[in-house]
T-cell receptor, first 109, second 114 residues
Framework: GQQVQQSPASLVLQEGENAELQCNFS?????MQWFYQRPGGSLVSLFY???GTKHSGRLTSTTVIKERRSSLHISSSQTTDSGTYLC???????????FGTGTRLQVLP | DAGVTQTPRHEVAEKGQTIILKCEPV?????LFWYRQTKIQGLELLSY????????DGGAFKDRFKAEMLNSSFSTLKIQPTEPKDSAVYLC????????????FGEGSKLTVL
């Protein structure tokens, strides 16, 4: 079965609203990474977060290893936040990366 | 420090042609990954090198896809012969070996096969 599942698959927000993106995984991992991708753009690392909570501006990432989940919280969303958010696991034994299917976010003005 | 560099950024090929995509990882990184990204399939691993040794060749992509890492600072991905279904964005990423695993991606090479 799929090792990484992201939800929701897509999300539409009004500017100013908050968003909570989820990533659930079914295997043991070494770390979790969150990426942002603008349409036609490359993947930009937002967080490298093996466990615990990290903050960067309006973004917060929380990974709970024992519950096999990670979340990305976006507060006070802006239209420039629109794009695709991907989570990725780094498997502990191989350093191999497994990607989620992504959440497509659209923030309307 | 320079990030991951990929060339060309765009490539248009006729069906049956051979194309070579290039990647320079972050200096000092030992792991290098080639991915293909399409809207339908998302990100698919093509090849994975650790310290220039091929660790994984992406199974289904072995037939016409060949990645090489001739030295620690340069890798190529050859597609021969190209088919229209190969149209996609090809992404290269690198990371440090060991328990860090943080990935750094290049800008990608967008391939269109006519």
């Amino acid at each position: 079965g799929q090792q990484v599942q992201q939800s929701p698959a897509s999300l539409v927000l009004q500017e100013g609203e908050n968003a909570e993106l989820q990533c659930n995984f079914s295997t043991s991992l070494n770390s979790m990474q969150w990426f942002y991708q603008r349409p036609g753009g490359s993947l930009v690392s937002l967080f490298y977060n093996p466990s615990g909570t990290k903050h960067s501006g309006r973004l917060t990432s929380t990974t709970v290893i024992k519950e096999r989940r990670s979340s990305l919280h976006i507060s006070s969303s802006q239209t420039t936040d629109s794009g695709t958010y991907l989570c990725a696991l780094v498997l502990s034994n191989t350093n191999k990366v497994v990607f989620g299917t992504g959440t497509r976010l659209q923030v309307l003005p | 420090d320079a990030g991951v560099t990929q060339t060309p950024r765009h490539e248009v090929a006729e069906k049956g042609q051979t194309i070579i995509l290039k990647c320079e990882p972050v200096s000092g990184h030992n792991d290098l990954f080639w991915y293909r990204q399409t809207k339908i399939q998302g990100l698919e691993l093509l090849s994975y090198f650790r310290s220039k040794s091929l660790m994984e060749d992406g199974g289904a992509f072995k037939d016409r896809f060949k990645a090489e890492m001739l030295n620690s600072s340069f890798s190529t991905l050859k597609i021969q012969p190209t088919e229209p279904k190969d149209s996609a964005v090809y992404l290269c990423a690198s990371s440090l070996t060991g328990n860090t695993g943080q990935l750094y991606f290049g800008e990608g090479s967008k391939l269109t096969v006519l």
